[in-house]
Every structure is written in C-alpha cells, then in structure tokens.
C-alpha cells in the first residue's frame, strides 16, 4: 500500500491560485487511478478530482468544473491540482488518494490509501 503525501496548502486570498502536490512511495500509481477529495469545517469529506492511470481522462465535481485541474507525472510518482479562481468556500482541507482501479472512480470506497490532507484557506 503506496504511502501519500499532500503539499501546497497554504492561506490565499479569494480569486487566487494554489497547486497542491501529492507525492506517492513505498510502490507506484503509475496503474491506478488517483483522486483529491476535500474535507471543509463541520461538513462531511467531498469528491473534488479523479483521474485515470495514463492522465487521459479526468471527472471533477460540478462545484470545481472549469476552475480546477488533476494532473499526474507518472515518472514521479506524483499527482497535482491546479486550482484557479479560488473562492472561499474552497476552504478545506485537501485529501489525495489512491483508487483500486485503473479508471476514474468518484465513489471514497474505490480509494483505498489517503495522505493526511494539507490546508487550503480561502480568505475573502
């Protein structure tokens, strides 16, 4: 089981941009589908960005459709979100994952290892 962690998080001013990074080790991605979900203050763990093994295809929440995009550099084990436009309901904390397969899934239970999420502020 691939170990995660999530980097990049920081306070940014609404209309802003931020990439969050995630770094995979102890074993490669590079055939499973990754995913970045977010976690917001008193509210329950949210879909955000899924995207297949080879990077080809991707499925976003409607909520950052056209605003955010996943990414993947297999050679370096890594992932990204690319997230313009920030708004502050952004404001969460920002969770990769692993999927147990190699399409894009959107559903937690199809994920089976998370990093320990990093901290995206929003401020208006």
Partial sequence: ????????????????????????????????????FRQAPGKEREFVATINWSGANTNYADAVKGRF?????NAKNT???QMNSLKPEDTAVYYCA???????????????SW?????VTVSS
Avoid: K, P
């Fill in 1 to 36: 089981q691939v170990q995660l962690v999530e980097s990049g998080g920081r306070l940014v001013q609404a209309g802003g941009s931020l990439r969050l990074s995630c770094a995979a080790s102890g074993g490669t991605i590079s055939n499973y589908a990754m995913g970045w």
């Fill in 98 to 112: 692993a999927a147990r397969y190699g399409w894009v899934v959107t559903y937690e239970g199809d994920f089976h």
């Fill in 79 to 81: 992932i990204y979100l």
């Fill in 115 to 119: 990093g320990q999420g990093t901290q």
């Fill in 69 to 73: 995009t996943i990414s993947r550099d």
